[in-house]
């Protein structure tokens, strides 16, 4: 059996705005085990990109601040690190890869420099051992002639090098974790392929765990063993993929799956959105906050938050008719 490597535990982290609070994670529990691949999924503003800042410590304080809860790796508890503790943890145990490489690569030092930095800070590796690690690293993310491209800055590569690039970085100290939030965005389809192929065939060889972060479906099928899915800063639905794909028992997860074209089913005159927008968390109220998009709505769902129950071993949803959203939805 596997060894729990990352565990959050009811998890909340609020940013302290003029116009309120805002609750961009709030009571998020979840975990991450030895070789394992996550996704989590959910709109813009589901809380997913927070809920991984605040596992690296990254957010930005004033102000936001993690209110409540655990992030514990390898059984300590990362909130309860000092600064230059958890300095050493950031990038040697746990690495991120983020959204966009261009804001995240320094625009006026070379690669070279960049990938170095980290290998003689935490492997205290000599400048040339460095140089040639970040070389062979290069190679194994698919540059070609990365020996020469170490002298270049991140503006002479293109996005899908550049994301490469991170991926390097990120797999530089050899991690036990990495946390990939939305990696494939701005790349086209083919670069977004490659790109996670070179990802996970890294992950396989170095052993290293991964949470990507993605509102593509397509990357949770085909890259994850187990999908997490938020709506409005909580966990609404949990389980195996193949459990969430065939099996859906929260109506957004279900609307998810509805907007995306599959190759297995007939073509669809059109494919169904969900209608209305995400909720603004500021002072969300006690209720379900799906509620006023959700097609199978009933007042009782306007009372109170419902809790996040098992439906059937390991899948869980947050749904007061979850047990019956498979005959709701036949039945349409």
Same mark, same amino acid.
């Given at each position: 059996m596997a060894e729990r490597l990352l565990e959050v535990n009811d998890l909340a982290t609020y940013f302290f705005t003029a116009d309120g609070v805002v609750k961009a994670v709030d009571g998020v529990s979840y975990h991450v085990d030895e070789r394992e691949t996550i996704a989590i999924v959910g709109e813009s503003g589901s809380g997913k990109s927070v809920s991984a800042l605040s596992v690296m410590r990254l957010v930005a304080s004033p102000p936001g601040r993690v209110v409540h809860g655990e992030i514990k790796f390898e059984g300590n508890d990362l909130l309860k690190l000092?600064?230059?503790?958890?300095?050493? =943890?950031?990038?040697?145990? =746990?690495?991120?890869?983020?959204?966009e490489p261009m804001t995240s690569l320094n625009p006026v030092l070379t690669i070279g420099y960049q990938l170095t930095e980290a290998l003689q800070l935490h492997l205290d590796m000599s400048r040339k051992e460095a140089n040639d690690r970040a070389a062979n690293l290069l190679e194994m993310v698919g540059i070609p002639d990365s020996a020469r491209r170490l002298k270049d800055y991140p503006h002479q590569f293109s996005g899908g090098m550049r994301q490469r690039v991170m991926i390097a970085l990120a797999v530089s100290c050899n991690p036990r974790l990495i946390i990939a939030d939305e990696p494939t965005t701005a790349l086209d389809v083919t670069i977004q392929a490659q790109v996670l192929e070179v990802m996970k065939d890294l992950a396989n060889e170095f052993g290293t765990a991964i949470v990507i972060i993605t509102h593509n479906l397509g990357v949770v099928a085909r890259y994850a063993e187990r999908v997490i899915v938020m709506y409005a800063g909580r966990i609404i639905e949990s389980g195996t993929a193949a459990e969430v794909y065939h099996d859906p028992h929260h109506p957004y997860t279900l609307g998810l799956l509805k907007s995306v074209p599959r190759l297995d089913e007939d073509r669809p005159d059109k494919l169904e959105a969900i209608e209305g927008l995400p909720p603004l968390v500021v002072d969300l109220p006690d209720a379900c906050a799906f509620a006023p998009r959700c097609p199978y709505v009933i007042d009782k769902c306007h009372e109170k938050m419902p809790e996040l129950l098992e439906i059937k071993p390991a899948h869980w949803a947050r749904c007061i008719r979850s047990a019956e959203l498979g005959d709701l939805a036949k039945g349409e």
């Open positions: 000092s600064d230059s503790e958890m300095r050493n =943890i950031r990038g040697n145990e =746990i690495a991120m890869v983020f959204q």
